[in-house]
């Protein structure tokens, strides 16, 4: 599986926002799943498919705190699910597929970032068992409700996947905990799910896609402190964002591009940014963006999905 990485002028850009890309779309018979609905880019995904007339469920860990951030949104439900632990995975999956409905899009939007060491289930590190292995399950549970040919699953990855490719020798850094390395690996690892996802539903599954969504300042960033923050350019002395910094509704415009252009459906398993396709890093500047070939790597694609299927005891896409 080769995965072309170029620019297809989509019209789109780094300032356009999610309801622009959507500007036009009926999406009244569309039913999406975005994890992390309720919260930052997640909540202006949600806002804008909901106002494009899309059917919007939103997993929440804190369902009470969802369903008040999105009370004025319509077609919305909030229901509850933690996705660092995989029993409440699975409840979650059986109560959906239990309604018999068919799922169009689900955006994998929830993360941690650069969190204090955490451990959960038996003994995984925070970043990979959240961002990736919980929703490597939960995309296996759901697969019933996805529909072939039409179904896409986005995973929001970053250029901070720009740090680590996965760390096959010490993947839950058992050796020494490095908080920004943890989220760098998680964030490859969103990117090659999407590579083996997608070469496993040429065969009647999804179509899967990975974005950078830029940089944004939101919730995620709740771990840095704001010296941190100042230090690392991402806020002026104001605590203003600095330059180049993107508005959560610009942020959301390439997961909601990616789950709905008909311009990818020749290019699965790509990794966007900027509502289009990334274009090779040829730096190390993640502002600039662009991916890196560790992120696309089929064999290193197909290892992780073989060790996470072994991890989670899932494999519904075989």
């Given at each position: 599986m080769v995965i072309t990485q170029h620019k297809l002028g989509s019209g789109f850009g780094a300032h356009s926002?999610?309801?622009?890309?959507?500007?036009?779309?009926?999406?009244s018979d569309m039913t999406a799943l975005v994890t992390g609905g309720y919260s930052g880019l997640g909540l202006e995904t949600t806002r804008a498919l909901a106002r494009a007339g899309a059917r919007v469920i939103v997993p929440a860990r804190r369902p009470a705190a969802?369903?008040?951030?999105?009370?004025d949104i319509p077609k919305t439900e909030v229901h509850a699910l933690d996705l660092a632990d995989l029993e409440s995975v699975r409840a979650f999956s059986d109560r959906f597929l239990d309604a018999g409905r068919p799922l169009d899009v689900i955006i994998n939007s929830a993360g941690v970032m650069a969190c204090p060491e955490t451990r959960v289930g038996p003994g995984w590190e925070a970043h990979f068992a959240i961002n990736h292995l919980g929703h490597f399950a939960l995309v296996n549970r759901l697969r019933p409700a996805l529909t072939p040919g039409r179904s896409r699953v986005v995973s929001v990855a970053s250029s901070g996947h720009f740090l680590s490719g996965i760390r096959w020798d010490d993947l839950q850094f058992r050796d020494g905990y490095d908080r920004w390395l943890a989220y760098a690996q998680s964030k490859t690892a969103n990117a090659l799910f999407a590579v083996h996802l997608d070469g496993l539903g040429a065969a009647g599954g999804p179509r899967?896609?990975?974005?950078?969504?830029g940089s944004i300042l939101t919730p995620l960033q709740r771990h840095i402190p704001r010296e941190e923050q100042l230090a690392q350019g991402w806020?002026?002395?104001e605590g203003e964002p600095a330059p180049g910094f993107k508005t959560p509704a610009q942020g959301?415009?390439?997961?909601?591009w990616a789950a709905t252009s008909p311009l990818l459906e020749r290019y699965g398993g790509a990794y966007c940014q900027d509502c289009d396709l990334a274009d090779p890093?040829?730096?190390?500047?993640m502002l600039v963006g662009g991916v890196k070939?560790?992120?696309?790597?089929?064999?290193q694609a197909a290892r992780l999905w073989d060790l996470s299927s072994e991890l989670t005891g899932l494999n519904a896409f075989a």
């Amino acid at each position: 599986m080769v995965i072309t990485q170029h620019k297809l002028g989509s019209g789109f850009g780094a300032h356009s926002t999610a309801d622009d890309v959507l500007t036009g779309i009926d999406l009244s018979d569309m039913t999406a799943l975005v994890t992390g609905g309720y919260s930052g880019l997640g909540l202006e995904t949600t806002r804008a498919l909901a106002r494009a007339g899309a059917r919007v469920i939103v997993p929440a860990r804190r369902p009470a705190a969802a369903e008040e951030a999105l009370r004025d949104i319509p077609k919305t439900e909030v229901h509850a699910l933690d996705l660092a632990d995989l029993e409440s995975v699975r409840a979650f999956s059986d109560r959906f597929l239990d309604a018999g409905r068919p799922l169009d899009v689900i955006i994998n939007s929830a993360g941690v970032m650069a969190c204090p060491e955490t451990r959960v289930g038996p003994g995984w590190e925070a970043h990979f068992a959240i961002n990736h292995l919980g929703h490597f399950a939960l995309v296996n549970r759901l697969r019933p409700a996805l529909t072939p040919g039409r179904s896409r699953v986005v995973s929001v990855a970053s250029s901070g996947h720009f740090l680590s490719g996965i760390r096959w020798d010490d993947l839950q850094f058992r050796d020494g905990y490095d908080r920004w390395l943890a989220y760098a690996q998680s964030k490859t690892a969103n990117a090659l799910f999407a590579v083996h996802l997608d070469g496993l539903g040429a065969a009647g599954g999804p179509r899967a896609f990975s974005v950078h969504p830029g940089s944004i300042l939101t919730p995620l960033q709740r771990h840095i402190p704001r010296e941190e923050q100042l230090a690392q350019g991402w806020i002026t002395s104001e605590g203003e964002p600095a330059p180049g910094f993107k508005t959560p509704a610009q942020g959301a415009a390439t997961a909601v591009w990616a789950a709905t252009s008909p311009l990818l459906e020749r290019y699965g398993g790509a990794y966007c940014q900027d509502c289009d396709l990334a274009d090779p890093a040829t730096s190390d500047d993640m502002l600039v963006g662009g991916v890196k070939p560790w992120a696309l790597d089929p064999a290193q694609a197909a290892r992780l999905w073989d060790l996470s299927s072994e991890l989670t005891g899932l494999n519904a896409f075989a």
